[in-house]
């Protein structure tokens, strides 16, 4: 069995992060988005994986590499126009080949991993199978209607929505989806939709599993939906301080996760944190929910439920809240109770 991941998206709906880079490398918890499914195809005992990519090909090879440090082997795929999901697999047909795929969206946080989903899978005659997630509002979702784990179809963003079961990002397939997707007429927004493809094999006969989750998953389409990822995955952390970290006086709360050479001095942190390599804080409270990247640095200042990108700096900001700081970014004196969303490379300074 081999695995694809799609990671080819603009991201518009997560800029101005999504300007400057590719939207599966924003991180959670200190942790690129795209490493979740990656990690958790490996887990699953799935190595050759093929990475869909889009314009930001350059920066995903640079971070993701040849696959080696996960424990895989990658193959990169160009879509060169976002055509839709169904399109996207399509492209991996000769990648391949005989075998069955898993396919996951690359800006998918799915907790407690797909390893029972694809050993059922496996062990199944189904041609297709899918995850499914009960959600409060699917009229944003491929909708499904199951009977007797068998799926019966899948409807696209209904206005009256058939349940509230959602597709969500993770699906399998044998090789017959290639056939379907190849007879695939565009829908009206011009997309190769993995609904049709779904309801392909259902409508030549072809039975599809589905799998509905209890498991915290999310989209991280949107800033909040970062923000709440970045929780979940900090609830998850393991409380650890590298040995060739620096705890300088302070106090801690609470879970953290502080990577080889932090140095912190006089900081107060409320679990759960993550503190990256290298990142130098004093006289802070940092927490609870802050993932501060690599290398930054915060000197006098309060954070609470935010991501802090790597190389960042912080200063004076006495209660930074509800926030997400690109990479390279300097804030200072931002007021109490401020909320910021600031891209890369950005620079915000309150009055002195």
Request: one cysteine or more; aromatic letters at 6%; glycine letters at 12%.
């Amino acid at each position: 069995m081999k695995g694809v991941v799609l990671a080819g998206g603009k991201g518009s709906r997560l800029r101005p992060f999504t300007y400057s880079g590719a939207k599966q490398l924003v991180p959670v918890a200190n942790i690129p988005v795209l490493h979740f499914p990656v990690r958790q195809l490996v887990d699953a005992g799935i190595t050759e994986i093929a990475l869909v990519v889009g314009d930001t090909e350059p920066q995903i090879r640079s971070a993701m590499g040849d696959g080696s440090v996960f424990g895989a082997r990658f193959t990169y795929i160009r879509q060169e126009t976002p055509l839709g999901i169904a399109h996207g697999l399509g492209l991996c047909r000769d990648f391949a080949g005989a075998e069955p795929v898993v396919l996951y969206l690359g800006d998918n946080v799915l907790l407690g991993g797909i390893s029972t989903f694809v050993e059922r899978f496996a062990g199944s005659t189904a041609q297709g199978a899918v995850v499914l997630k009960e959600v409060e509002d699917p009229r944003a979702f491929g909708v499904a209607v199951v009977e007797h784990e068998r799926l019966k179809r899948v409807v696209e963003k209904p206005t009256q929505p058939p349940s509230n079961l959602a597709v969500i990002g993770v699906y399998a397939f044998r090789p017959e989806v290639f056939e379907v997707i190849a007879a695939l007429r565009p829908s009206a927004r011009g997309e190769l939709e993995i609904a049709d493809a779904i309801n392909g094999l259902i409508n030549a006969g072809l039975g599809v599993e589905a799998t509905v989750t209890s498991a915290y998953w999310i989209d991280t389409g949107k800033m909040e939906d970062m923000l709440s990822a970045n929780r979940a995955i900090l609830d998850t952390c393991a409380d650890a301080t590298d040995p060739a970290a620096h705890l300088i006086g302070g106090s801690k709360r609470g879970v953290a996760a502080i990577a080889s050479g932090a140095r912190l001095e006089a900081c107060e942190l409320i679990g759960p944190v993550a503190i990256g390599a290298g990142a130098e804080l004093r006289g802070c409270r940092i927490g609870p929910y802050v993932a501060v990247g690599s290398g930054s640095h915060i000197d006098g200042s309060a954070i609470r439920n935010s991501i802090v990108m790597e190389q960042s700096s912080i200063t004076a900001c006495p209660g930074l809240e509800d926030s997400m700081i690109g990479r390279f970014t300097v804030v200072e004196r931002a007021p109490a109770g401020a909320r910021l969303t600031l891209g890369d490379h950005s620079r915000f300074e309150g009055p002195a």
